[in-house]
């Protein structure tokens, strides 16, 4: 709330400040450089033309400049400066109401020109929005290079990534050549299912050989024939020189 008023009150009295300084820079400007050198010259102003010259420039591209709010400072200083030479060589001798040629006016605005100079011309002023816009560009330039920052970029991981390769430190683990589950017994590691192979009964070993009894291998004679259990072992005993069991015959 304090900061509203005072960008009022500076707006107000910045644009009354400049009306004032326009108007008599304005009057100078229509009396002529020559005439306003010479009454210069007459209040013992030293360098009546320099001095002319620089209370006509300033005092009505000053004036603007108020009004508008642009380079509130600096033209605030300048001001100042013409006041302080109107005071010390015008008016300091003659009293302080202006209309016996004291120095209540040229007091006046020098005071607000000093005030304009330590204060600005506050928010509502073409100073104040342009530091308003530059403020916000570098407050949102500054997020940017703070998000940048925090999030990596693509490139940067990819780098890494490949550092990591070529150095064998952080190398991305190893493809399995064979991404489906493991052949279970029966299946061909090229994907054919094939059949188990039956168990054989094992060959009986000779007596006092002293060796265990190897399964027997099948043969194609075998897979074509359709021998019974009973007869395989007869012809068993008959390769291992056994006598073969005569079978008992049924019952009549």
């Not at 300091?92 to 204060?119: D, T």
């Not at 073409?126 to 925090?150: K, N, P, S, W, Y």
């Not at 064979?178 to 039956?198: A, K, L, N």
Request: aromatic share 6%; charged share 20%.
């Amino acid at each position: 709330m304090k900061r509203v008023v005072f960008d009022i009150a500076s707006l107000i009295a910045r644009v009354a400040t400049g009306v004032i300084f326009v108007a008599h820079g304005w009057q100078k400007w229509q009396a002529g450089h020559s005439a306003t050198a010479q009454g210069f010259s007459e209040m013992g102003i030293p360098m009546p033309d320099l001095a002319a010259g620089y209370a006509m420039t300033v005092e009505t591209i000053g004036g603007v400049l108020l009004i508008l709010g642009l380079l509130v400072r600096p033209v605030a200083l300048l001001l100042l400066a013409d006041m302080l030479g109107a005071i010390t060589f015008a008016h300091w001798g003659r009293g302080v109401m202006v209309s016996e040629g004291g120095w209540e006016l040229a007091g006046a605005l020098g005071a607000l020109c000093l005030l304009f100079l330590a204060l600005g011309g506050g928010r509502l002023s073409l100073d104040g929005i342009f530091h308003a816009v530059f403020r916000r560009r570098t407050e949102r330039r500054v997020m940017e290079q703070e998000l940048a920052a925090h999030t990596p970029s693509r490139t940067t991981a990819g780098t890494t990534w490949n550092s990591g390769a070529n150095t064998g430190e952080g190398a991305p683990p190893a493809q399995a050549e064979r991404t489906g589950p493991e052949p279970t017994r029966g299946e061909s590691t090229r994907g054919e299912s094939t059949q188990p192979m039956p168990m054989q009964p094992e060959q009986p070993s000779q007596p006092g050989s002293g060796h265990p009894r190897v399964p027997r291998q099948p043969s194609d004679r075998d897979a074509g024939s359709r021998l019974s259990d009973e007869d395989m072992r007869d012809i068993d005993a008959l390769i291992a020189d056994e006598p073969p069991q005569h079978r008992k015959p049924p019952n009549r």
